[in-house]
Structure formats: structure tokens, C-alpha cells
């Protein structure tokens, strides 16, 4: 006795059967699969996929390529997973996604499942982050659930990754050239039909050229139509309609009916038809693919920027160790010409570095000993040696590659929007065709040669491909501009966010100002050695005294003394005894505390050095954070765009002020501590407006925190980066400016990419359906529009 398999609905024997009773009532499946998959339906609340399906019958799913236990063990996990919060994450190169229909089709089963928390998959380079709860589910179950609806996942290894692109765009180069070539050939035979079909052509002819235009039809709609064939059988089973299968239901029926049309001698043959729409959809799949991997190629050079082995110094041996096994505190050594994989702290006396790959700034920049060295940067000059302080998934450079991936990978919220909408289009229009067909064949009694073909130029047109890339494509573009603009947008959705801002919150210290208080003016009274000033100042990291010191080696000051006491009193001045005596050096209010008489000086309003030596003044060095370049001009350009400035300062009144009328600020609050730039931040909010604020220091961090968008300037603290939205790497104001205009660019492209999709379908789908276009024109204009709107969002890049 033969028996269905309750999922596939093939026939086998009975005895070739295993069985299994399920909610009282026995199934019957063929493999594992088939029972695998018919489970996971059932728990993902989609068994009515079963009624969809009627008796159709089924491929059953494919084995695992890989077993999937692997994913569970301990050697797997330390490699690839990430603890976050007693969740767990991890990054998945999915295979066969290659459209955003794909995307949604996975992130929906996935998120049914119990235990997984967050999903987001990035279509540009088909990148999955996974967040799970391992108490309610494993890591195989996961991957099983994708292989299950027919992709396949790996771990995301940017080192494998240029292979895995170069395989994928293979398969669509030489699906594609298949597709070309069964198009050119075909269209000569076309040529002598149409030529035909004017001036007479024996019938025994006629059938000659169809059947050699059927053999042309065929590759090119199985093999190179075959990836919409499979998106479209994946989309319907799990009961979604995708732009898949628009394209290849409205192809099939095309080429069913030619058959028809060529046997029965009634009616013209579509085969040239069919054979282009597949052609030219492919064609832009495939110009689609390349556009996903040059979007990568950023991502890749930074990869290949990481060296692949660093020297360590144990003793007197140097062992030669990949970044990811050097430990915090060892020593490295670094040849000239090689880039530093870890940050660290210079040990050697000084050294010449080339940061130009981080900042932008094109000058080598001088270390000294204790200074921090960055990941990223290159060695100039001689070996030198450095503390290593980061682990490698800590230091910058790897910092700056995770931004930019997780910032590809997150989706705005209008490309959700967008998304939805294509999908709702997609039924809409299968609907829509079957109601064109209805009339047609029903209403006006066409025919039903005339009625099918008016049908499928109906369901060719309305493709929403356009639609679906209105979003991707922009934020795209928007993003990889950023990157060559020295600006890190941790996701993509921030690029919407920031074009709606109307209120720019800055800090003043490393903002505004370069942070790095400068010697401005000098009085002096005495002969005085002032390398003991020098001496004294180099004790000390504070601002102030980084300031003086760079000031007095400007003069020409060298040399060193030792001191026989020394003490520093914070927010005070430095103390130090040499043999001739006591020297001070401060702020006035030290001094006079130290008995030292001031002569009547009077403060200005800038921070002020004095130094007394012997229990005399001799001198008070006056400073200021001078402004950043381009500081007055940069703010303008962002109030020039609807962006209030209000500044936020720690400062006293006086200098809050001059600054703000320097840079025509006309609200700034000066005095303010962390608690109560949050409590502003979290003010302006509650009365709507959109907030960005931007600023660089720890005392920026809960601000930053409560905005909007948190901009964070490269120069700053990690707990500012940290906590932040966007990075601006070279920490220019212009590059803040160049933010607001690329977010308010990019907002705008895509706004005109959704317009010009939803004007281009309300135009030519009456067209279509009115008869006055063919299913080959129908072809052509799809694929015109979707790379409309790809040739729009490059438009992002001229500004």
C-alpha cells in the first residue's frame, strides 16, 4: 500500500515510511527532514502553510551541510561568540539571501522561536548578528532553523569573506552570461518571425523557429531564472508573497503559454519575452551584487590593515604571535614600516607615527615616552618598543571595523517602512493581475492569448524591485561616504534620525576648543634659569602644565633638574625644593597661600600659570583653549540647515561667554556638571524637539547618553565613544557640519527613491494594464526603474 509523506506529499511505500503520532492523530514522513521541518511549522504558528500548499508536492530539504553540533562547543564559541549581558551574540555570513525578501523571510522565523532575542541581518553583505538566551535555545538549533527554509550559515570570518563574494558573483556572472546569450540568439530568431509576420512565413517554418526559440527559452528561464524560482518556492513556504514571485510566476505563465501557442499553432509565441525579463532582472541582480560587495571593499582593506602577526618582546626572546594572543602588559615590538595592531604605551624614548589612517592628518606626529600609541598607526622611523594596553577586539582600529560592520548591518526605520510596503505591493499586484485577466478575458471578451499576456505585463511592471532598493541603496552610499568623510555612524537608522535633529548641544573643552590650553602671554620680573620652570611643568599631565611645557621648549628651554622634593596638589600647583631654594608654580591663590606677596597683580579672565622662586614672583604665563579650526564656520553651516547651537559648559561664566560671542552662540550655560547637562538634554526632549549633542569627555557621558544622537569627537575618552551614536575620527567641527549635510542628503535620496518607485508604478501599471504594453517592454522598464533609483542615491556622493 502507498502512502503521502505528510510534509513533501510524496508517494512512497508504506513499509518505507516512519510514523509518528501527533496530537492524537498519526503522520507519516519520509526522512528526517520532512518530520524536522513539519515540527518546526507547527511550533512557529505556520502549520496553515499546509493548506496553502493543497497536495502540490514538496523537494524535501536538503541534508545539513555541516553538522550543526560544532556550533555548541567550547573551541567554537571562544572563537566566535560573544558574551553580552548573560545573552549571547555572534555574527553569521548567511548564504543564498539575494534579496531583501530573503532577509525578512529568516529574521521573521527566527524571531518566532523562543530564546532568540534580536535578530538583524545586513542585506549589503548578508551579515546576520544574533542575540540568544542559551538557557531557552542552542546556538545549532538556530542554524538548523536557517538550513531548514533553505539557506545555508557560517561564522562570519572577514578573512573568508572576499572568497564567499567572489563565489556568489560568480554565480550570478555566469548565470547571467547563460541568460545573454540565450537572449542575443533568440533575438535574431524574433527578427525573422516579426519579419515573418508581415510579409508570410510557411508554417513549417514557423514551428522550425519556435522550437529553436523554445530550446534558447529554456536555460535561460531554468538556470539563470532559477535564483527567482527559489526565493519565490522559500517566500511561499512559510506563506509570504516576495518580489520572487512576481518575476517568476509572470515569466512561467509567459512560457506555458508559448507552448501552448507554438503547438497549437494559435496565437503568437513570448519566448524572446520570457527569455529578457529574466535576462534583464538578472542583470540588475547582479549589478546589485557587485554594489554589495564594493560597499564591503571599505570594510575589507581596514580588515587587511590588521596585521596577521606582531613581535613580542619575553625577555631576550621575540616570539612572533597573532594580535588576538597577545595579552594586556606585554611588551611588542614594532619595525619601521609596520602598522601597530594593538594600542599601547610607548616605552621606547620617542617615536615617529603616521595616525593618517585614523585622523586624516597627513603630518607624522612625534611620540614620547609614555605617550599612547593607537592601533591603525605606522611606524615611521627606528624599532621601538610599547606596552600593550588593549586586547585586540578592545584597540581602536578593531573598535573602528565593528562600528562600521554592526553600522551596515542595522536597518532605518524607513527601509522597514519601505520593506513592508514592497511586500504589501506584492500581493496587491498578483491580485490586481488576476483581476486584469478577469476583465479582460470576462468583460471586454479579448481572448484568453490577450488576456494572459495583458496579465503578465501587469505582473512584470509592477515588480517592486525599485521599491525594495529605494532605502538599502541610499543608506548605502550615505554610509560609505561617511567613512571617507572621517565619520562613523555606529547604524544606519542615526543617518534618519540626525536629519530630523533641530538642536545641536556641544560641549565647550575638546569641542569647541582643541583642549590643550596654549600660552598666550607672558610677564616676567628677574633673572631667573627658567629650565627649572621646565624641569618643574614636566612632572605634571595636567592640561596646564602640558601647556606651559610645550610653550618653554618653543623658547628654546632644554635641559632637566632633578628636584629633592617634590609634590603636586590637585586643582593647586606643583611644588619642588632644588638645592638653591623652593620654586612654586600655579594658580595665584596657591601662591598666596604659600606667602609668596603678588605685588598687586591683577587676574585676567584666562587661566592663569605664576611661578615664585625664593619666596618671590617671577613670572605668570597666561593661557587659553584656543578654538578649533574652521570652529565659526562650521557652526554656521549647521545653523544654515535648521539646527539651533545651544553650548553646554563646565567653564566659569567669563570664559563660557567670550567664546560663545566669539563663535555667535546666542544661548550657552556655563557651570554645569554631568547630572545637570542630562537633565537639560533629557528637558529639551520632553518638549520635542529631536537633540544631538556632541561632546568628548567623561563628563559628556550621561549626556550623550540621554540625547537622541550622541556625537562623540574622535579625540575623546572611550566611555564618550562608548556611549555614543556617530564618531567624528578626526575630531573636526567641518566633519560635524559634513554629518548633518550627509544625513539630511542621504534622508532626502531616499525620500525621492520611494517617490520615484510609487510614481513609476502608479504610471505605467494602468498602462500595462490597459493593453498598451508588452511583456518584453515590461521587462525593460522594471529594470529601468530599479536602476533609477541605484543611479539617484549615487547622486549622495556629488553632494
Known sequence: MKRLCDHCHLEYEEEALFSEEIEGQKRYFCCKGCQGVYHLLRSSGLENFYEKVGDRKLAPPKENFLE???????AFGRKYVKEEEGMRRISLILEGIHCAACVWLNEKVLYQREGVIEVSINYTNNKASILWDPERIKLSEIIDIIRSIGYDAYPYDPRLQEERANSERREYYTRMVVGIFCTMNIMWIAVAQYAGYFSGMDATVRHILNFASFVLCTPALFYSGWIFYRGAYFGLKHGFVTMDLLVASGATLAYLYSIYAALSGIGETYFESVTMIITFVLIGKFLEVKGKKSAVDALDSLNSQIPEAVIVVRGEERISLAPEEVEIGEVVEILPGERLALDGVLLSSKALMDESALSGESLPIQKSM??????????????????????????????????????????????????????????????????????????????????????????????????????????????????????LFKEARFLETMAKANLLLVDKTGTLTLGHPQVVREQQWGEMDRSIWLSLVQKSTHPVSVGVASYLKTQGIMGIREFLEFEQID???????????????????????????????????????????????????????????????????????????????????????????????????????????????????????????????????????????????????????????????????????????????????IKQNIALSLTYNALTIPLAAMGYVIPLVAAASMSFSSLLVVGNSLRIKKG
Open 370 to 487: 609614555g605617550e599612547t600609541l593607537l592601533s591603525g598607526a605606522i611606524n615611521l622611523q627606528y624599532a621601538v618598543q610599547y606596552r600593550v594596553s588593549k586586547s585586540l577586539n578592545d584597540s581602536l582600529l578593531s573598535s573602528i571595523i565593528r562600528l562600521i560592520e554592526d553600522s551596515l548591518g542595522k536597518k532605518p526605520q524607513i527601509e522597514k517602512r519601505a520593506n513592508e510596503l514592497s511586500r504589501r505591493f506584492s500581493t496587491t499586484i498578483l491580485s490586481l493581475a488576476l483581476l486584469t485577466f478577469a476583465l479582460w478575458y470576462g468583460v471586454i471578451g479579448a481572448g484568453f492569448e490577450r488576456s494572459l499576456v495583458v496579465a503578465i505585463s501587469v505582473i512584470v511592471i509592477a515588480c517592486p524591485c525599485a521599491l525594495a532598493l529605494a532605502t538599502p541603496i541610499a543608506s548605502l552610499v550615505g554610509l560609505t561616504e561617511s567613512i571617507k568623510k572621517k565619520l
Open 68 to 74: 550543526s553540533n560544532r556550533f555548541d562547543s567550547e
Open 571 to 749: 586643582s593647586k600647583g606643583l611644588r619642588g625644593v632644588l638645592e638653591e631654594g623652593e620654586i612654586l608654580g600655579g594658580s595665584l591663590e596657591f601662591l598666596r597661600e604659600h606667602g609668596v606677596a603678588l605685588g598687586g597683580y591683577e587676574p585676567s579672565e584666562r587661566t592663569l600659570f605664576a611661578v615664585a622662586f625664593q619666596g618671590t614672583l617671577r613670572g605668570v604665563l597666561e593661557l587659553e583653549d584656543p578654538l578649533k579650526p574652521h570652529a565659526k564656520e562650521a557652526l554656521e553651516g549647521i545653523r544654515a540647515q535648521g539646527v539651533e547651537v545651544v553650548m553646554l559648559t563646565g567653564d566659569h561664566l567669563a570664559i563660557a561667554a567670550k567664546v560663545a560671542q566669539t563663535l555667535e552662540i546666542s544661548e550657552f550655560h556655563a557651570a554645569m556638571n554631568p547630572l545637570e547637562k542630562a537633565e537639560f538634554v533629557e528637558k529639551m526632549r520632553q518638549r520635542g524637539r529631536v537633540v544631538v549633542m556632541a561632546g568628548d569627555g567623561i563628563n559628556d557621558a550621561l549626556a550623550l547618553s540621554k540625547s537622541d544622537i550622541a556625537v562623540a569627537m574622535g579625540q575623546g575618552t572611550d566611555v564618550a565613544i562608548a556611549v555614543s551614536d556617530v564618531v567624528v575620527l578626526d575630531d573636526s567641527l567641518l566633519a560635524l557640519q559634513e554629518a548633518f549635510s550627509l544625513s539630511h542628503r542621504t534622508y532626502r535620496f
